[in-house]
């Protein structure tokens, strides 16, 4: 089968090549080492960590030889989420692309943009003998997506750069200018299940919510499906209704806000007592939503009798959800717009003998998120949770001046005859670590327009791919 982007566009070739890759978080070893093996056949030295970072050194062009090195960077993986109906494997099959209105899209699947853009741009430049640029250091990243355990790793010897652009950027007319810290904590609850009789089974679901990313979007308002469970237990518990645990599941991903839950609970009460309430709360839930979350639902129904928690043991459960720190915390006084401290409760999953939840916490600075992260430690402590593991990623903090921002913006007027945006963003990027690993680098995001990201609604807009590589292209002759 021939290609479905332009073949004979090289940032297009090179971005259905890796889709046909698998690549999702935890799982790049396959396009690491097709990165390797591109390196090879270029004749580039490279370098491949033990995580599987890949760093492909190209030597300046002509007349760039004396030119300050300059950093490339993005990330590998990809979010990996599908419609509930698409038989799609990520760790096996590639992506279905299809173009729609100028628009990629993966059929029934993320697509993967973010950021294999900035993958694909980064072959195109190190592949292309007619790119006019400095020497580059290539940095190809693993993890990002689950906490940028990637850029962590990154040993700084490795780089001898002191500019950099960061290319894991999907606005297509914006360049970042800061990024939050994170923290991502993950945390269990044993369950001591038993049958309880003269109790009837209910499944709850909450449903029709827009998810979303939960450092660009918590800000908008958008329901938590987990939270949305929990608060509308909470209402029957406290309208006389008896709540008996089985199992709770909600959201996909915990970079994403939760879209949907499932919650099985055993009671004394008939359907349609509790129908009555639940219908209730949906009506106070999508006037309190009505411009974020017009679509929501909560569906009970009538489920098959199975083991559930004690009385205790739920109440500790359900009350612990009830509190739990999600959604915006702070915002800033002197940069209009911007978040810089929220928690998210990403992903609840109901194991065999434990309830295992795992959420973030960001921050404009490192101790915003930390705070939040010893908040929830103290919180589920109390209520019998035990931590499983942390990892943290640091915040890329805002310079006043900075070179290569405002080359970049000369080089983006020039190309487009716009002015750049500059972008302070509450999304995690792996500039914060990278910083951190190499002090005194001076950094500068591109990017195209990547829209629903995280989601399997994302889609890649090709004018915008094609623009952006053509700033990019600029900027290096800048440099």
């Not at 020497?135 to 780089?159: H, M, N, R, W, Y």
């Not at 915006?328 to 401290?341: D, K, Q």
Request: net charge negative.
């Amino acid at each position: 089968m021939g290609y479905v982007l332009n073949e004979g566009f090289l940032p297009e070739k090179y971005f259905e090549d890796i889709c046909m890759v698998p690549h999702g978080s935890f799982h790049e070893k396959p396009l690491s080492d097709y990165l390797v093996r591109f390196a090879d056949k270029l004749g580039l030295r490279r370098k491949q960590d033990a995580m599987g970072n890949v760093i492909i050194y190209k030597n300046a062009s002509t007349g760039y030889e004396l030119h300050p090195t300059v950093l490339l960077q993005g990330h590998m993986d990809m979010v990996c989420d599908k419609k509930s109906d698409c038989l799609h494997d990520f760790e096996k099959d590639p992506l279905d692309l299809y173009i729609e209105d100028g628009k990629v899209h993966a059929r029934g699947t993320t697509l993967g943009a973010d950021d294999g853009v900035g993958v694909a741009y980064m072959m195109a430049v190190l592949s292309d003998p007619n790119v006019a640029h400095p020497p580059l250091e290539c940095l190809f990243t693993v993890q990002e997506e689950v906490g940028c355990k990637g850029a962590a790793a990154v040993d700084g010897s490795d780089i001898t750069a002191k500019r950099m652009i960061g290319l894991d950027n999907v606005t297509g007319d914006s360049t970042y200018i800061c990024s939050a810290g994170m923290g991502i904590l993950t945390i269990a609850h044993p369950l001591h299940r038993a049958v309880s009789s003269g109790k009837a089974a209910y499944m709850l679901k909450v449903e029709g919510l827009t998810g979303g990313h939960s450092g660009d979007e918590i800000h908008q308002e958008k329901g938590n499906s987990v939270k949305i469970a929990a608060r509308t237990l909470m209402a029957l518990r406290r309208d006389g209704f008896s709540i008996q645990l089985a199992s709770v599941n909600g959201g996909s991903k915990i970079n994403s806000i939760p879209r949907t839950c499932q919650v099985l609970f055993l009671t004394d009460a008939n359907l349609e007592g509790m129908l009555a309430k639940v219908d209730r709360m949906q009506t106070i839930l999508r006037r309190e939503m009505k411009d974020s979350e017009p679509d929501l639902k909560l569906v009970l129904t009538s489920a098959e009798i199975v083991p559930a928690s004690s009385q205790e043991e739920s109440d500790e459960i359900l009350e612990c959800l009830y509190l739990f720190p999600n959604g915006l915390r702070h915002r800033s006084l002197s940069i209009e717009g911007l978040t810089t401290a929220s928690s998210n409760l990403g992903v609840i999953e109901t194991k065999e003998d434990a309830l295992v939840l795992s959420c973030s916490a960001r921050g404009a600075e490192d101790s915003f998120f930390e705070e939040i992260i010893e908040e929830i430690r103290v919180l589920t402590a109390r209520y019998g949770w035990s931590e499983i593991s942390y990892d943290r990623s640091s915040c890329w903090p805002y310079l006043d001046h900075s070179e290569v921002r405002d080359l970049a913006r000369d080089a983006y007027r020039e190309v487009t005859g716009r002015e750049l945006i500059l972008l302070a963003i509450h999304g995690g990027l792996e500039c914060g670590d990278l910083s951190a690993a190499c002090p005194g680098i001076d950094i500068v995001t591109l990017g195209p327009l990547v829209k629903g990201y995280h989601t399997y609604d994302e889609y890649l807009d090709l004018t915008s791919f094609a623009e952006s590589y053509r700033v990019l292209l600029k900027l290096l002759e800048k440099l």
